[in-house]
Structures are given as C-alpha cells and as structure tokens.
C-alpha cells in the first residue's frame, strides 16, 4: 500500500463559542510537505481554526486526523501529538526575561533528555537556520521585530516538528521583513521536510508561499474554496468573494459607481 499523502485531514468539523457558530462542517485536507493558508477577512474563524488543529480549543463536532491518526488532544497520546508540532503565534511571544538562546533551550530541557551541552549544540544549529546565529546571549527586547519574529520560529522548530503552525506570521512586520520571514517559512519546510500550515490575510504571502489556500467566509459559515490562489484568482466557477479578496476588492470597484 503507498502511504497516503495526506498529512491532515479535517472531516465535518464545526466550531462554536457556546451559542456562537463560528464555522459549520469544515472538510479539507493538508497534503504531507505542502504549505497550506487559511485565508479570510478577519474574524472569519481562522485562529479558532488553527486552535482547533492543535488541541487549544475543543470542536463542537468532527475529527481531526494526523496521518490517519485520530487526534484527540485531551487523550494521554494527546501529548505524544503535541510534540509533531511546532507553533508560532501572532505576538511571537518569547519570554522577555530569558535570553534567545534559552527561550529555545526551554522546549528541549523539558521534553528531551539531551545534555546541556548538547541542547546549546541544538539552540545555535536552530538559531543559524533562521538567520540569527550568535544572536543568542540577546534579550528579546534587544531585537528589531523581524528578528523577534525569527526567534520565535527558532523556537518552535527546537523540537524538530513534522508540522509547523502559524497564525499571522507577518503581523506587525514592514514588507521586506515580512518578505523575509515568508522565505525563511519556505527554507525551513525544506529543511525539516515539514508540512506547514499559515493563517494569513496578507496577499503578498498568500501568493508567495501557499500551495493550497482554503477560504473561510463568516457570512455562511463555511469555506467557500480550497485551492491554488494563481488559480483561484482567475477561476470564474470560484465564488466571487475569494476573487475580489484575492484581487482587493477589484471586482467591487468594477461594479461600484465612480467616485466624482
Ligand atoms: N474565546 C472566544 N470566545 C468567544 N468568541 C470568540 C473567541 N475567540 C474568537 N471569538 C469570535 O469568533 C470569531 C472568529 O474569531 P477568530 O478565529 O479570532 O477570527 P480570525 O482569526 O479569522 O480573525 C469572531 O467573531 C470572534 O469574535
Ligand atoms: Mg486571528
């Protein structure tokens, strides 16, 4: 039998804050090694979305499967689960009274026997891949924000995950920085050999780095497309919401009376 080239598979998930529906009945699917964004206007559901995928939030119904496994968070494998995954939230959210480099050291002193000399091996070999070597003896505070950013990143690949999450990766950042991190996000997936899930909005990266882009539209609750954005863009069968995101609102401009 092949293995299957799914490394997520989201089955008829729905997500609610109590009464609260954010989205009903999900189903897509992240193919082993693909960069996949979740993409929408904001407040969509996009966060709750990835909180879901990685056990922060509990769905209302539905099931998420990693590697045909069936995750389930709150189960003692939940852990074992836990630690395929790499997370970089929006603030990036380091500890600002630690250095870099034990920022990074954290995760590998509490979930790996290594020794500590091994781990400051390891802390530097991260901190080179994302562009900050000897950067370590800084505080966070002592870092522009694109660097913070990369730090953040460093750390969340300490453990070597199969799959990386981030949730709005360039908030915050100028376009050049923001460029930047979007190919380091490309580098490390080919490094690692990781499956890399993105929360975006930003079209710049959508186009950069996804190789599928699902869209989530708070309207009906459901994702209206999943696909390439290059192809997405000019598909006329892809609801017009996804093209007038894509292209920012050019479709409404078309139809919209001249501004005098
Ligand atoms: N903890 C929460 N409790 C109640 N409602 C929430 C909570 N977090 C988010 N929401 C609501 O759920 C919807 C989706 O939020 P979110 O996933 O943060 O959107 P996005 O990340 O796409 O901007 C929004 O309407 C938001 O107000
Ligand atoms: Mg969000």
């Known amino acids: 039998m092949e293995p299957s080239t799914e490394k997520i598979s989201v089955k008829d998930l729905s997500m609610a804050y109590g009464d609260f529906v954010v989205m009903r009945s999900l189903n897509f699917s992240v193919k082993r090694g693909e960069v996949k964004v979740i993409m929408g206007g904001s407040g969509c559901g996009k966060s709750t979305l990835l909180k879901h995928m990685i056990g922060l939030e509990r769905s209302s119904s539905g099931e998420i499967f990693y590697d045909g496994e069936l995750f389930r968070?709150?189960?003692t494998a939940g852990d074992a689960f836990c630690r395929r995954f790499g997370v970089?939230?929006?603030g990036g959210a380091l500890w600002t009274s630690m250095t870099v480099a034990?920022?990074?050291a954290l995760p590998l002193e509490?979930?790996?026997r290594l020794r500590a000399s091994e781990i400051r091996e390891v802390v530097e070999f991260k901190l080179s891949l994302v562009g900050l070597a000897g950067f370590g003896h800084r505080y966070p505070s002592e870092l522009s924000g694109g660097m913070r950013k990369r730090a953040g990143l460093a750390r969340a690949i300490a453990l070597d995950p199969q799959i990386l999450f981030f949730d709005e990766p360039s908030a915050g950042l100028d376009p050049l920085s923001s460029r930047r991190l979007d190919d380091l996000i490309l580098e490390l997936r080919a490094a690692l050999g990781a499956t890399v899930v993105v929360v975006t909005h930003e079209l710049a990266s959508i186009f950069a780095i996804a190789d599928s882009a699902l869209f989530l539209?708070?309207?009906?609750?459901?994702?209206l497309c999943d696909g390439n954005p290059n192809?997405?863009?000019d598909d006329p069968t892809v609801d017009s919401k996804v093209r007038n995101f894509l292209k920012r609102g050019e479709l409404d401009q078309a139809?919209?009376?001249?501004?005098k």
């Open 88 to 90: 970089l939230f929006q």
């Open 110 to 112: 509490s979930y790996t």
């Open 217 to 223: 539209d708070a309207e009906t609750k459901s994702a």
């Open 255 to 259: 139809t919209a009376p001249a501004i």
């Open 231 to 233: 192809d997405l863009i």
């Open 102 to 104: 034990e920022n990074i």
């Open 73 to 75: 968070p709150d189960a």
